[in-house]
Each structure stands twice: as structure tokens, then as C-alpha cells.
């Protein structure tokens, strides 16, 4: 298993195709390797050492994907999403300890703001016009060039926070160790060789996109062709000049797919799929179904978080269970009593271990003493998810266990009532969640998206899931929506739904 991330491109052949991108020509693993050395000549001739922290706020593209591999491969990143406020990278540039930020030629947003608020180096990017992912960058301002060095195995290659829907965001740092190996698991789970090619729809300020499509690929000698974003509008256009053996996305963004695919059936006859991969949120069984018959090819559905630097557990390519999200595909998988430090048979606390898992969050020793405890001679991290294996060693989830529904003391799991709510005929997606009840503590309500061209009523959907489960899972209110609410990486957040829409008032 590759020691550090740099060693993941070091034994692919020079001309390769690595990086590719709309309209430009594909940069090579020989190509690659070589902008690694000058990217690290670059950052040390900036001031920023094998230790120092970079933050990259930079759009979605073949840019994003090499400026992270490259100088995670000399130093610390942080990738930041394009969208945010200037408060907000105020507050992550300062958290991150950042001391250098990589910015597009000619920015001049609100991360460059917050960037000069902390004194941080201003690093621009100059890109490459015609080769995919190739740039260089150029230090503004007078700088102190750093000492050379190379990152060893448990050095920090990349800090991420983690969303922080109900607390203050907690810092995740992995090693270089974490990333070689969650990106062999990764190429390994998915039988990745050189001549796969992922198209890449992912944001790259994620770890899904960064782990998955880009290191996982790279790990394996195959190509990533970089959209500019995730545009339903664009996607077989984009997946008819990459000509991709497989993508990953999060469930969201399958179900735009699925609604332009019959329109698009000459691309997918003729840029036929190996696989399609589903991470990030639970995959509707109904969609992966839907998916598998669209595409005619397996859907993999994956299940990984920032601290497991992605990747835990994965459906085999042999055999897919819909509503699992597969074995232990990484790190040893396996089930926590929910209050006491010790493993269990049977519903409790999905825990992990192994060489992809942080070595903890960055100070923060009462998150630290909470997600992680010995057991068996093993250290072992919460993963805040409930669920059971079976015995093929499948994961099954119940949900979130700060989602779970806690309905005057009857625990209601929000992924069951969405599998029932799918299959109406004409709802396209759904979202349960907890809306508060002054009585019950909490209620069951649900937000759902219509199939274009179907129709239906709050009442007509509260009576079909009536026929399908017991009276206290079923939506109390069932909210027709356009398009559900969604974060960052196009999940639909289930915690803070009832703010959103507007429901707490009226409770």
C-alpha cells in the first residue's frame, strides 16, 4: 500500500492519459509528475513548507483536481467551496491556521478579502491553454522562500470541517497514509484499471470527488475528465466527448440524470457504462433499480464520510443489495452500542477502523474522547450512524441517530418512511424528517418533489403510506415542493428541514 499520496502517480507509464478536460488535450501521468516537481518548487519559493497549510478556492475543473493532488503532494490542503461568504472564509482560513490560499488569475472575491484580513500569501493560478489541469503559480507580494522537504506517511495531506449542521464544525485532518490507502480501497472495490476513465461531476471542495473520482483513478493508472460542475443539462454531452466507463455522484444529482436519460439513449448506447457508483446520502432502492435498467450496468452504492477519508463499506460489483450500501470495503465495519464503548450484535452504532480513519479531530479532545474508544484491541472511530450487518456482512443503515425520530418515545426511522413515499407513483423525491410537536417531542413530516407531468395531494400521499406502515411513522405533514433544499454537495439535509420550510411556527 502506497506510504504517501505522491506515490500513488509514481509507477504509471509516462503517457498515460491522467487529468482531461472540455476542449482542452489530456494532461499525462508523465505530465503530472512533472508539474508535482514544479508545484513544489513553486510553494517552497513562496514560503510554504512541507508542514504549512494551503487553502484552494478555486471552481470545479481540471485546475481544482491538479492543484490538489499536487500540493497535497507537498504540503497541507484545504479546499474551500467557491460559493461561500467572506465571513465564512474568514472563519475557516483563521480555523485552518492557513498560510498560504491559491486563487484564480484575475479573483477578486471574498476569499481574497478574508486572505488579506489574516496576512495570508496569495498564490495565483495561471492556467494552461490548452492542456488539461496544467497551470503554474505566481506569489503576489515580496515572500521568504521556505526549506525544501518531503511529507512523510503521517503528515497532513488534507483538512477538511465537517459540515456542522448542528454544532460548530469540527476540523478533520488526514494523513498521507489516511489518503494512499482509502484511494487503494477505493481502485481495489471498484476493480479499477488503466482503462477506466471517470467523468467527474463531484464539487472538488469534497471529499467524495476528491477520494473517489480523482485519487481512486489516479491510484489505479485510469483518467478523470473534469467537468466544470455537475449541469443535468450538460451531462451527456460532457459524457459523450469523455467517454467514461464510469461516474459517481450523490443520489440528487442520479435522479437528474434518470430525468434526461430518455432523450439521451443514443449516448448511453454508445458510451456504454461499466458501473455507475452512488455515495454521500442513502440511494432510494427504487432509483438504483431505475438506474441499473436505464444504463443497463451495475450501481454501486458506497458508503463514506470525511473522517474515513471517504470510502467504509461498498456494494461488491458481483452483487448489489438495494437499501444496503454494501461490505466493508477499507476499514474493519462494525456495530457500537450506542451509549457504552463496546461492540455489539444486532441495531446500534456503525463504528470503523483501519488505515483510512483520521487520527482525530484537530483540537478537539471532547469530539476525540465522544467518536472514538478501544475495543478488542482496536481503536475504533462513531460514525454518529445506526444500522445492522446481516449475515453476508451487508451494512443496512437506519439513519442518522441525531435524524432518527423520536415520536413520544417510538422511534421512527426517516429512511423507511422515504423508501415507502418513493414508491408512489408520482413522487420523483422525498426527504422525511422531525418537525417539533409540543406533546410528542417530535412528529414525522416529509418533503417531496412530484414526477414531471403527475400529480397528487399532501392527503393522497398520507393515504398511501397509511396502507404501508403502522399510524405513528406516517408523515403528519407531507410538503409538495418544486425542488427540495439542498447543501453544498447537492445532499438534502434532513436536520434543520422544518427551519427551512418554514414549519416550526406552526407547530
Not at 444500522?387 to 443496512?396: I, K, V
Amino acid at each position: 500500500m502506497a506510504g504517501t499520496f505522491a506515490d500513488l502517480m509514481a509507477a504509471h507509464p509516462e503517457a498515460a492519459p491522467a487529468i482531461g478536460a472540455p476542449s482542452k488535450d489530456w494532461l499525462s501521468y508523465g505530465g503530472l509528475r512533472a508539474l508535482s516537481q514544479d508545484v513544489r518548487g513553486q510553494l517552497r519559493a513562496a514560503g510554504v513548507g512541507p508542514q504549512d497549510r494551503v487553502a484552494i478556492v478555486l471552481p470545479n475543473g481540471a485546475s481544482m483536481a491538479t492543484a490538489f493532488v499536487t500540493v497535497a503532494g507537498a504540503a497541507t490542503t484545504a479546499p474551500l467551496n467557491p460559493s461561500y461568504r467572506e465571513d465564512e472564509y474568514a472563519f475557516y482560513l483563521e480555523d485552518l491556521k492557513a498560510k498560504a490560499i491559491i486563487l484564480e488569475a484575475g479573483y477578486d472575491g471574498p476569499a481574497l478579502a478574508a486572505a488579506r484580513r489574516f496576512g495570508l500569501t496569495i498564490l495565483r493560478l495561471l492556467e494552461d491553454a490548452q492542456t488539461a489541469g496544467l497551470f503554474r503559480l505566481e506569489a503576489e507580494g515580496a515572500v521568504t522562500a521556505a526549506e525544501d522537504g518531503t511529507p512523510g506517511p503521517e503528515d497532513i495531506a488534507l483538512i477538511l470541517h465537517t459540515s456542522g449542521t448542528t454544532s460548530r464544525p469540527k476540523i478533520v485532518p488526514l494523513m498521507q497514509s489516511n489518503l494512499a490507502a482509502s484511494a487503494g480501497h477505493i481502485a481495489g472495490s471498484l476493480a479499477l484499471t488503466p482503462q477506466d476513465r471517470c467523468l467527474n461531476v463531484m464539487p472538488l471542495f469534497h471529499i467524495h470527488g476528491l477520494l473517489a473520482a480523482v485519487s481512486g483513478s489516479l491510484s489505479a493508472g485510469a483518467s478523470v475528465f473534469c467537468a466544470p460542475g455537475f449541469n443535468a443539462l450538460n451531462f451527456f454531452a460532457q459524457m459523450r466527448e469523455a467517454r467514461p466507463t464510469w461516474y459517481t455522484a450523490v443520489p440528487t444529482m442520479h435522479q437528474a440524470i434518470l430525468s434526461r436519460a430518455p432523450r439521451n439513449s443514443d449516448v448511453i448506447r454508445d458510451v456504454p457504462l461499466r458501473f455507475l457508483r452512488s455515495s454521500s446520502a442513502s440511494l432510494p432502492a427504487q432509483v438504483m433499480a431505475q438506474l441499473a435498467e436505464t444504463f443497463d450496468a451495475p450501481v454501486i452504492e458506497a458508503y463514506g464520510m470525511t473522517e474515513a477519508a471517504h470510502q467504509m463499506c461498498c456494494n461488491p460489483l458481483e452483487v448489489q443489495k438495494p437499501g444496503s450500501v454494501g461490505v466493508a470495503a477499507g476499514p474493519e465495519v462494525a456495530i457500537a452500542h450506542e451509549a457504552e464503548n463496546r461492540l455489539i450484535d444486532g441495531v446500534g452504532e456503525v463504528v470503523i477502523s483501519g488505515p483510512n480513519v483520521t487520527p482525530g479531530y484537530e483540537a478537539n479532545p471532547e469530539a476525540n474522547a465522544k467518536n472514538f474508544f478501544e475495543a478488542g484491541g482496536k481503536r475504533w472511530f462513531r460514525t454518529g450512524d445506526q444500522g445492522a450487518l446481516d449475515a453476508d456482512g451487508f451494512l443496512s443503515l437506519t439513519g442518522r441517530l441525531k435524524e432518527i425520530i423520536n415520536r413520544g418515545g417510538e422511534k421512527v426511522s426517516p429512511l423507511e418512511v422515504d423508501g415507502v413515499l418513493m414508491d408512489h407513483p408520482s413522487v420523483a423525491q422525498c426527504v422525511a424528517f422531525a418537525l417539533p410537536h409540543p406533546k410528542l417531542g417530535e412528529e414525522v413530516a416529509a418533503a417531496v418533489v412530484l414526477r414531471e407531468g403527475c400529480a397528487a395531494t399532501e392527503q393522497e400521499i398520507r393515504a398511501f403510506a397509511t396502507e404501508r406502515m403502522a399510524d405513528f411513522k406516517v408523515p403528519r405533514r407531507v410538503v409538495i415542493l418544486e425542488e427540495i433544499p439542498k447543501g453544498a454537495t447537492g445532499k438534502m439535509q434532513r436536520i434543520g428541514m422544518a427551519e427551512k420550510l418554514g414549519l416550526v411556527a406552526a407547530t
